[in-house]
């Protein structure tokens, strides 16, 4: 566990970032990792001199498996509520399967690989027995957050999917993002996914319009916000890049970075 600022800390957990927030009623936790980071993200709490019980609210900023996979488990444990936006809502309760994005900005040999993603998501959730889970609040309401008295907003940030969302924190200056940015050698770039990349452009505008100190990704360590770089390449859906790049992409899709 690292402290990102003040109240903020960043919980690594399986396979992405969760970050835990004190609230003056209570802890909120942004993002669960992959089915299995409970207990890791329990001890976190503990080391914060808190009981599970203080967890109020678990946010999720969007629907991937890496980052909505430990919420049943945390919400029975706990007692917290689940947030996310009403698009995601779906995902997390396993009455819809996430598809291939329909658009992206990633090279040929990873564009073939994404007509196999359909196939290899479902397997995935049979090989690690992904929990589905209700999510209780909309985290469009503003009142989602006012429950545990938190200073900030959730942001729609569409792009990469259509539900994600960015948890702003108004005393800190700190974004929490998902994986609308992701960290990559000392600097926040777009992701690696995306269901569209117009809307991407736009929220990464929308989230640097907020004027965030820090920007916390799901991916990678916290940065200053003065890091984000979006490659022009990112505008354009068909791409050709250099071998060397390609191949460390593909890794990276490859650890699961979704
Ligand atoms: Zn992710
Ligand atoms: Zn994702």
Same mark, same amino acid.
Not at 22 to 28: I, K, T
Not at 30 to 40: A, I, Q, T
Not at 187 to 207: F, G, W
């Given at each position: 566990?690292?402290?990102?600022?003040?109240?903020?800390?960043?919980?690594?957990? @399986?396979?992405?970032? /969760?970050?835990?927030v &004190?609230?003056?009623?209570?802890?909120?936790l942004?993002?669960?990792?992959?089915?299995?980071?409970?207990?890791?993200i $329990?001890?976190?709490?503990?080391?914060?001199g808190?009981?599970?019980?203080?967890?109020?609210?678990?946010?999720?900023?969007?629907?991937?498996?890496?980052?909505?996979?430990?919420?049943?488990?945390?919400?029975? @444990?706990?007692?917290?509520?689940?947030?996310?936006?009403?698009?995601?809502?779906?995902?997390?309760?396993?009455?819809?399967?996430?598809?291939?994005?329909?658009?992206?900005?990633?090279?040929?040999?990873?564009?073939?690989?994404?007509?196999?993603?359909?196939?290899?998501? $479902?397997?995935?959730?049979?090989?690690?027995?992904?929990? /589905?889970?209700?999510?209780?609040?909309?985290?469009?309401?503003?009142?989602?957050?006012?429950?545990?008295?938190?200073?900030?907003?959730?942001?729609?940030?569409?792009?990469?999917?259509?539900?994600?969302?960015?948890?702003? $924190?108004?005393?800190?200056? +700190?974004?929490? +993002?998902?994986?609308?940015l992701?960290?990559?050698?000392?600097?926040?770039?777009?992701?690696?996914?995306?269901?569209?990349?117009?809307?991407?452009?736009?929220?990464?505008? @929308?989230?640097?319009?907020?004027?965030?100190?820090?920007?916390?990704?799901?991916?990678?360590?916290?940065?200053?916000?003065?890091?984000?770089?979006?490659?022009? @390449?990112?505008?354009?859906?068909?791409?050709?890049?250099?071998?060397?790049?390609? &191949?460390?992409?593909?890794?990276?899709?490859?650890?699961?970075?979704?």
């Open positions: 566990m690292r402290k990102v600022a003040e109240g903020v800390y960043r919980v690594p957990a @399986r396979a992405a970032n /969760t970050y835990l &004190e609230a003056p009623r209570g802890l909120v942004v993002d669960s990792g992959l089915p299995g980071s409970e207990n890791g $329990l001890k976190a709490i503990a080391k914060l808190k009981k599970p019980s203080d967890l109020k609210l678990v946010l999720l900023t969007h629907r991937h498996l890496d980052h909505i996979g430990s919420a049943a488990a945390l919400k029975k @444990r706990t007692g917290a509520k689940l947030a996310s936006h009403p698009f995601e809502k779906p995902y997390a309760a396993g009455t819809l399967v996430i598809q291939a994005p329909g658009a992206w900005s990633l090279y040929g040999r990873i564009v073939r690989k994404l007509t196999t993603l359909g196939y290899w998501t $479902l397997k995935l959730f049979r090989i690690i027995k992904f929990q /589905t889970a209700h999510v209780d609040l909309a985290a469009d309401e503003e009142s989602v957050l006012e429950e545990v008295g938190l200073d900030g907003s959730v942001v729609w940030t569409p792009g990469h999917t259509k539900g994600s969302v960015t948890l702003f $924190l108004n005393q800190s200056s +700190v974004a929490i +993002v998902g994986d609308l992701r960290a990559r050698r000392g600097r926040l770039v777009e992701p690696l996914l995306m269901e569209s990349i117009p809307q991407t452009l736009a929220s990464v505008k @929308r989230v640097l319009d907020l004027g965030p100190q820090i920007i916390c990704p799901g991916h990678g360590k916290p940065l200053p916000a003065s890091t984000v770089r979006i490659k022009k @390449r990112a505008a354009k859906p068909v791409i050709l890049a250099k071998k060397k790049e390609e &191949e460390e992409d593909l890794e990276e899709l490859a650890s699961g970075l979704f």
